[in-house]
């Protein structure tokens, strides 16, 4: 069994950092790179693709709504043309970047308001689809199980790796569970390892409800900013090697 580690990199702006990037980078196969849009900016870009390469982890795009003042987590609404420019936007900046670097995007992954949305609604999931499949053909989307992007993606040929966000609750229906809601953010690090080590030998994971849901995913999502982070990754490549997993970057999942 292969299973990729990915986080969500770049989340600082300026002279402000929220996270080890350096520390997490050397722990994980993959990385989403904020483009500037809910958080990074063009030096902050820049020098976590570089990092990335160092340590030969895979390059994605974190696309978002244009939204830092509220990190992305403010849905807002546009149509779906509009949608399509501002997610082939972020895209082309981190591969203009990337390319000085030496290093190409691999993946995509939606972030905050707009991850959940194109999760949940199709016609944002086929916009965000489009533009990336615009963008590069073959280029792969992290999904959650049955969610609407992976649908999406699917239906126009696009490869899909499905996502597995270690410290959020889930809903029966498979979506993340709003913030809001109790249970949605799991801050004890015993139990996000534990549910991990589950759903990658079991396949299915509790919901915030009380019920069982299936879970098959190839790739593991530890968010930067949550608090021991870097601790909590190294214990989790811990655990899926020495349950006989190999770690390995999103491409091998292609």
Known sequence: MIIDINS???????????ADDEALMAQISSANVACGYHAGDPVIM????R???????????????????????RRMDMDLPELECHV?????????????AGHRITHMNPHGALGNLASSDPAIAAAVARAAMAFDPEIAFLVLPGSALEKAALEMGGNVVRLFLADRGYLASGQLAPRSQPGAVIHDAELVVARVMRVIRDRQVDTVEGQVIPMPVQSVLVHSDTAGAVELTRRLREGIT?????IAPLTRHI
């Open 8 to 18: 969500d990199m770049g989340e600082g702006f300026g002279p402000y950092r929220i």
């Open 46 to 49: 820049d020098r976590t693709i």
């Open 51 to 73: 990092l990335a390469r160092e340590h030969g982890v895979d390059l994605g795009a974190h696309v978002s709504f244009p939204d830092r003042m509220g990190f992305g987590r």
């Open 88 to 100: 082939l936007y972020q895209l082309g900046a981190l591969a203009g970047l990337a390319g000085r």
């Open 242 to 246: 020495a349950g006989g997993a190999t």
